[in-house]
């Protein structure tokens, strides 16, 4: 089991999330449920996705949840481009937010594989 706290990747996901809160906030009320509600539930699940597989027992599980937490970025990429397009985001914040979540999609891929070579190592172990 790992702490979530030790990962850098933790803490880029949770300041993400609250840029994000942030952000959203000023999003009009008739997107309360729609963009704002799934942009919001994207950007937590990616820190909640790393925290889960660090409280599980071993990295295989930690990769499953950490290609969820993957898949969540990936849907906030999108959810960013489409507030951008309807102009509920600036295109300076839109870029920023995008230009975070590229980079936090880059830290899981990356932490990602460093496991996977990790799991491999030692599997060639009896």
Known sequence: MQSADNLRVTAHARSLATDLYRLT???PASERY?????MRRAAVSIGSNISE??????????VRFLHIALGSASELEF???ISGDLGLLTEKQSAQLTASTVQLKRMLASLI????KSIQGQSSYP
């Open 25 to 27: 906030s000023t999003f």
């Open 34 to 38: 729609g963009l704002t509600s799934q």
């Open 79 to 81: 959810q960013i481009l």
């Open 53 to 62: 597989g660090c409280g599980r027992t071993g990295d295989r599980e930690l």
């Open 113 to 116: 594989k460093a496991l996977r």
